[in-house]
């Protein structure tokens, strides 16, 4: 609470910034004298971007959040919060076309007709639209990772950095673990491949003119962790945690996470049709096993399991 009460000035401030952008449309338009950065993916930016909008739902939904935390009035913001969703869905939604177009042109009254892989992680994100989240999927996440990347000539594909978001998105409708590992195998196995030892900030990079040192593009770390090995936090300095390694994940996981307290340490060995899998809970954390049907409550200590 002690960095989010220090911050709440700034942050407000922040949202006032962009509260002197909101058009009559209750919408982010363009910001001319600023250079507005989304993504190096040609995403519409010249009338009012789906992607800006949602990125500013998301915001609003986090700030109320905070408020609640410190138990400020939220209010305003939950307010803003549910007019901006309102205007996303009647702007950038298709109910004809089951999707989010890219923008919409307030000169020409028009939408937009440009589909990407961002606005459509954002949507499963922010729960827009849920009984269409598989079929997000399947339309606009997927396509682009299986191809050789920027090939998809109808989706905006994602680069290095943002498909954090897009993976999150996959991994919170469950069963595309498989697809997941696949996609980070070939892409960041290409850099691998290549002799590199960082993340590249953009596919097919050219060096000199790209970042080949790209913190943000990292995140493949965390999903390899939360899928291969299963592991994820359900409380502030993983004094709570959730432990569900992949079913077909390979046969050898090593893995150790820095809790509060001590290494969260899991190793898992895959023999036949028998896992053997080892668990150290530091103390200060617990967590909870769920493998094959399996749930059990894990105490600091050392835990082994044959399954």
Not at 24 to 30: I, T, V
Not at 125 to 151: C, D, N, Y
């Amino acid at each position: 609470k002690t960095l989010l009460r220090e911050q709440f000035p700034k942050i407000e401030k922040a949202f006032g910034f962009f509260s002197y952008y909101l058009a009559a449309h209750d919408l982010l338009g363009p910001m001319p004298e600023w250079w507005v950065f989304f993504d190096w993916a040609p995403l519409y930016k010249d009338g009012y971007s789906a992607f800006f909008n949602l990125l500013y739902l998301s915001a609003l939904r986090q700030m109320a959040g905070i408020c609640d935390v410190l138990g400020k009035e939220g209010k305003s913001y939950r307010s803003q919060a549910a007019r901006m969703e309102q205007k996303i869905i009647r702007y950038f939604w298709s109910e004809k076309d089951g999707c989010f177009y890219d923008g919409f042109d307030p000169r020409k009254k028009k939408v937009v007709k440009k589909t990407s892989q961002h606005a459509h992680a954002l949507a499963i994100l922010l729960g827009l639209k849920p009984e269409h989240h598989r079929k997000f999927a399947t339309r606009f996440l997927l396509p682009p990772m299986r191809k050789e990347q920027l090939t998809d000539k109808k989706i905006i594909e994602a680069s290095p950095f943002f498909y954090f978001y897009v993976l999150n998105a996959l991994t919170s409708l469950g069963g595309c673990e498989s697809e997941i590992i696949s996609f980070i195998r070939k892409r960041w196995g290409r850099m691998l491949d290549e002799g590199s030892t960082t993340c590249h900030e953009s596919w097919n990079p050219q060096p000199g003119y790209t970042s080949l040192c790209h913190a943000w593009s990292a995140h493949p770390v965390v999903h390899l962790t939360s899928i291969l090995a299963g592991l994820t936090p359900l409380a502030p300095g993983w004094r709570e945690f959730r432990l569900a390694p992949c079913p077909g994940g390979p046969d050898r996981v090593d893995c150790a996470i820095p809790a509060a307290s001590g290494d969260i340490v899991v190793k898992l060995r895959r023999t036949g049709k028998s896992t053997r899998l080892q668990v150290r809970v530091p103390p200060g954390s617990r967590g909870r096993l769920e493998l094959d049907g399996l749930t059990k409550k894990l105490k600091p200590g050392d835990h082994a399991f044959t399954i």
